[in-house]
């Protein structure tokens, strides 16, 4: 297939996702349990934005030609290299259920858009929307074979793709844990590996910061999709000024969210993507509350099953603690107060994990010494959770391999060939 052909299959695609936004957001909703806003007017536009996105880069994948310095070719004769780039060829791509659709399309537009074909294994959770997104591209004409969509469990579907001789790629996104277990299985054939790992990403509140600004900010980085976000910024420092002020707003904002069918326009906050979740989140809450940790506001499993977990801030809270250490993918924000900036610093930096994080302030200097300091993939100021097709996003330290998104997310799913020719 042409460049040219792969981008307008690509943009295809994305018309067709756009044409069924509501009817994917709704199966998202049923699937997931996140509120219906959330997929309707975030993920699936989001997801059709990948595809536009890359659909533009397919024509515009090149090689280079370049002059070398080698002096050893027969007299008389000289030497001409250039590179082509080609697609890494097939590629296993493993998602994971917080964002499904949008995580499928991270991997699957810009993969076609380098030539790769891919098997797709959504999580087991939620597979839903990348069943619909197979049939959609059927219908936007995509070439029998090149997108397959298994579903199935990780350890045994999963398990069998990543060590599977004729998959030359993982692109994968989950936890840390199972990204171990990958590299292990991947050794096999030495795959080439994209892990996009867990989180445990701080929010660095300083003394000047606009509270209009942090507090909706900060509040949205940690309950939106009810902290079931890799990204979550899920440690808050608070400078010790405004640490009252932090503790009682985002009490008082997590405090005022709607939980409730996903379906329900009114609903802030749907149940997590099941109960065991709610129980995992119960579990870091009961053994951080009997380690001296304080609740200010939630802290409750609720609805008839038992999968909501209401949005909680926690405070008293140790670095030592299991709920600072651990991911927990659950609406919960713990917040620690801070003198200087460099113990705020040495806070955000003790963690196994570097995926993300966010500074909230007025004084620019002071943000980007912060954004330089914080050793994670991507660094908000005065925001939290901006993603963009054009943003590189990947992890730092335990937070995994490589980036997705931009020219590098495409680079991702190439190879370097180089010719060398004499002639
Ligand atoms: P999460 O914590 O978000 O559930 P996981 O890392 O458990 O993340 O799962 C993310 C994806 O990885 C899912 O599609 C899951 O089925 C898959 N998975 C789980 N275990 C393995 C494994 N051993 N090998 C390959 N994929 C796996």
Request: with cysteine; net charge negative.
């Amino acid at each position: 297939m042409t460049p040219s052909a792969r981008g307008k299959l690509l943009w295809r695609i994305a018309d067709l996702i756009e044409a069924h936004v509501d009817e994917l957001a709704e199966l998202e909703t049923l699937d997931q349990g996140k509120s219906f806003k959330t997929g309707r007017f975030g993920e699936i536009p989001a997801s059709a934005e990948q595809f536009r996105y890359y659909a533009g880069f397919s024509t515009k994948i090149l090689g280079q030609t370049i002059p070398t310095s080698i002096a050893y070719q027969p007299a008389g004769k000289q030497i001409f290299a250039y590179t082509t780039r080609e697609p890494v060829g097939v590629v296993a791509a493993i998602t994971p259920w917080n964002s499904p659709m949008l995580m499928a399309a991270m991997k699957l537009a810009p993969a076609l858009a380098a030539g790769c074909t891919v098997v797709l294994k959504p999580a087991e959770e939620t597979s839903l929307t990348a069943i619909r997104l197979g049939e959609l591209m059927i219908e936007a004409g995509l070439p029998a074979g090149v997108v397959n969509i298994v579903t199935g469990f990780g350890e045994d579907v999963g398990a069998a793709l990543t060590a599977h001789p004729d998959v030359d790629k993982v692109a994968f996104t989950g936890s840390t844990e199972v990204g171990k277990l990958i590299v292990r299985a991947a050794q096999g054939n030495l795959k080439k590996l994209t892990l996009e790992l867990g989180g445990k990403s701080p929010a660095i509140i300083l003394s000047d910061a606009d509270m209009a600004i942090a507090i909706p900010g900060v509040s949205r980085g940690i309950f939106a999709n009810s902290g079931q976000v890799c990204v979550a910024g899920s440690r808050i420092y608070a400078h010790r000024s405004v640490y009252d002020e932090v503790v009682d707003k985002l009490a008082a904002t997590a405090g005022g969210m709607t939980l409730g069918h996903g379906l329900d326009p009114k609903v802030d906050l749907g149940p997590l993507v099941n109960r065991k979740q709610a129980d995992r989140v119960a579990a870091f809450i009961d053994e951080g509350m009997s380690d001296g940790a304080e609740i200010a506001v939630g802290g409750r499993q609720e609805g008839e099953t038992g999968a909501f977990y209401v949005p909680t801030v926690v405070t008293s809270v140790r670095p030592d603690m299991r709920m600072m250490r651990e991911e927990i993918f659950g609406p919960v924000a713990a917040v620690t107060p801070f003198d200087e900036v460099e113990e705020a610093l040495a806070f955000a930096n003790d963690s196994p994990y570097g995926l993300a994080g966010s500074v909230w302030t007025r004084d620019l200097s002071s943000a980007h010494r912060v954004a330089a300091a914080v050793k994670a993939g991507t660094i908000w100021i005065n925001c939290h959770s901006y993603f963009s097709p054009e943003l590189p996003k990947g992890g730092h330290k335990q937070s995994g391999w490589g980036y997705e998104n931009g020219g590098q997310g495409l680079e991702n799913y190439l190879e370097t060939k180089t010719v060398c020719a004499v002639i």
